[in-house]
């Protein structure tokens, strides 16, 4: 490592699978001006968790190829498992501490769902750049130097919770997206030509399951247009045939960008569906960059995509309102064309790669000039007494199964 360079270390449990929040992280590790930063990425395989049957996703040796291929250090450590019935949702098993000394590092980066979390309770020195992708807690720990959000709704929610508004800082996604080979799968899928086209992609998870895009499409179904699941739940399927859709076309989940591209290709309009909602959708990123307007609903959990599609689609309520935003873009070109050039503009906006990196350089480096600003002001914040209480409920709440608290 040369001195001058700012040494960078990314952690993420399961940090080279195929997800929003580890793709941001892989994105940041490969883009990185190399002539300034030194960039090493820790990350380990899946592992079971101990407190729920969620099975995180394992590394994708596609991804792991593409951080290698940029010259990216790469450390694997190992984690038997996750135990979520402690407090920090400690690693089981691990040998973490023995390939990583937070003195090698002049900041570390992260990338999490807020609560405070081990191993980053553990290292007390280095400047810690969190990137909060859900809002399941606040960490106020002295050293995090500043708190990357992904959207004002995200931020907002954080400091309502209790995050110290003195580190926020705004991103979004920097999206790498090289077309390559990619083509449209209308001549596969036996999809004419002036088909109106609708559809989205998704993880297969039955939590995230969203009736509402299907039983829009029922209602405008003709044979005009046609929709397209890519991955997603076999809930859908079924909903499928129990609505009796006829024009529907189901694509394996792939995690190939160049598959992935000649889906949305394929598309007209991103028709989006998620039970939890999203906080940005590196999804409907994609989706932006190839001009598909997104038509999606809101939802009890996260609202962030209602401000990172602006004007680029519709976030509604009801089915109702979702069928009649899809006749429309069916049915006025016009109207089609226009929402097809904003989503152009915000992805240039919002999302384009030498764009946010700069954001993201520049973030780095007033780390390196002002690590901890308004210390007594995170002192306070460290010290929150609300926090502590908060994690200590948790723990007794976990480890007693409700039988301290009376409710057998």
Request: aromatic share 12%; with cysteine.
């Given at each position: 490592?040369?001195?001058?360079?700012i040494?960078?270390?990314?952690?993420?449990?399961g940090?080279?699978?195929?997800?929003?929040?580890?793709?941001?992280?892989?994105?940041?590790?490969?883009?990185?001006?190399?002539?300034?930063?030194?960039?090493?990425?820790?990350?380990?395989?899946?592992?079971?968790?101990?407190?729920?049957?969620?099975?995180?996703?394992?590394?994708?040796?596609?991804?792991?190829?593409?951080?290698?291929?940029?010259?990216?250090?790469?450390?694997?450590?190992?984690?038997?498992?996750?135990?979520?019935?402690?407090?920090?949702?400690?690693?089981?098993?691990?040998?973490?501490?023995?390939?990583?000394?937070?003195?090698?590092?002049?900041?570390?980066?992260?990338?999490?769902?807020?609560?405070?979390?081990?191993?980053?309770?553990?290292i007390?020195?280095?400047?810690i750049?969190?990137?909060?992708?859900?809002?399941?807690?606040?960490?106020?720990?002295?050293?995090?130097?500043?708190?990357?959000?992904?959207?004002?709704?995200?931020?907002?929610?954080?400091?309502?919770?209790?995050?110290?508004?003195?580190?926020?800082?705004?991103?979004?996604?920097?999206?790498e997206?090289?077309?390559?080979?990619?083509?449209?799968?209308?001549?596969?899928?036996?999809?004419?030509?002036?088909?109106?086209?609708?559809?989205?992609?998704?993880?297969?998870?039955?939590?995230?399951?969203?009736?509402?895009?299907?039983?829009?499409?029922?209602?405008?179904?003709?044979?005009?247009?046609?929709?397209?699941?890519m991955?997603?739940?076999?809930?859908?399927?079924?909903?499928?045939?129990?609505?009796?859709?006829?024009?529907?076309?189901?694509?394996?989940?792939?995690?190939?960008?160049?598959?992935?591209?000649?889906f949305?290709?394929?598309?007209?309009?991103?028709?989006?569906?998620?039970?939890?909602?999203?906080?940005?959708?590196?999804?409907?990123?994609?989706?932006?960059?190839?001009?598909?307007?997104?038509?999606?609903?809101?939802?009890?959990?996260?609202?962030?995509?209602?401000?990172?599609?602006?004007?680029?689609?519709?976030?509604?309520?009801?089915?109702?309102?979702?069928a009649?935003?899809?006749?429309?873009?069916?049915?006025?070109?016009?109207?089609?064309?226009?929402?097809?050039?904003?989503?152009?503009?915000?992805?240039?906006?919002?999302?384009?790669?030498s764009?946010?990196?700069?954001?993201?350089?520049?973030?780095?480096?007033?780390?390196?000039?002002?690590?901890?600003?308004?210390?007594?002001?995170?002192?306070?914040?460290?010290?929150?007494?609300?926090?502590?209480?908060?994690?200590?409920?948790?723990?007794?709440?976990?480890?007693s199964?409700?039988?301290?608290?009376?409710?057998?």
């Open positions: 490592m040369e001195k001058n360079k040494k960078l270390a990314i952690i993420k449990f940090g080279l699978s195929s997800g929003g929040t580890e793709k941001f992280l892989q994105t940041i590790a490969v883009n990185l001006n190399k002539e300034e930063f030194d960039v090493t990425f820790f990350y380990c395989d899946a592992a079971p968790h101990k407190g729920s049957s969620f099975m995180h996703p394992d590394t994708n040796q596609n991804k792991k190829k593409y951080l290698e291929e940029h010259k990216v250090k790469l450390v694997k450590f190992n984690v038997g498992l996750k135990d979520l019935t402690s407090p920090f949702h400690k690693w089981i098993e691990t040998n973490f501490w023995e390939l990583f000394n937070e003195k090698d590092y002049n900041i570390i980066q992260t990338g999490r769902a807020g609560h405070k979390e081990f191993p980053f309770n553990k007390k020195y280095t400047p750049v969190d990137s909060i992708h859900l809002t399941a807690g606040v960490d106020n720990q002295f050293n995090i130097s500043r708190v990357m959000h992904i959207c004002n709704w995200n931020a907002g929610k954080w400091k309502k919770s209790g995050g110290d508004a003195s580190r926020t800082v705004l991103v979004s996604h920097p999206m997206i090289n077309e390559g080979s990619s083509t449209t799968m209308r001549e596969k899928l036996k999809i004419g030509g002036a088909k109106i086209v609708f559809g989205f992609h998704q993880r297969d998870a039955e939590s995230i399951f969203s009736p509402l895009p299907l039983e829009a499409y029922k209602l405008v179904e003709n044979e005009s247009n046609h929709f397209i699941l991955g997603g739940s076999g809930f859908y399927r079924k909903q499928a045939k129990e609505l009796g859709i006829k024009n529907i076309s189901f694509v394996d989940h792939n995690a190939d960008s160049n598959v992935i591209y000649s949305l290709k394929t598309l007209d309009v991103y028709a989006h569906g998620r039970k939890d909602g999203e906080v940005n959708s590196t999804a409907m990123a994609e989706a932006m960059y190839f001009g598909l307007p997104i038509v999606s609903h809101t939802s009890k959990v996260n609202n962030g995509h209602i401000e990172c599609i602006g004007d680029a689609g519709k976030v509604v309520i009801t089915v109702e309102e979702y009649n935003e899809l006749k429309r873009l069916q049915s006025d070109k016009q109207y089609l064309a226009t929402k097809q050039e904003v989503a152009k503009k915000r992805f240039q906006e919002n999302y384009e790669l764009g946010q990196m700069k954001i993201i350089e520049n973030i780095y480096k007033s780390v390196i000039k002002d690590p901890f600003p308004f210390p007594w002001r995170r002192r306070l914040y460290a010290l929150h007494w609300t926090q502590n209480i908060r994690i200590w409920m948790k723990w007794v709440y976990l480890k199964k409700y039988y301290l608290l009376g409710r057998v």
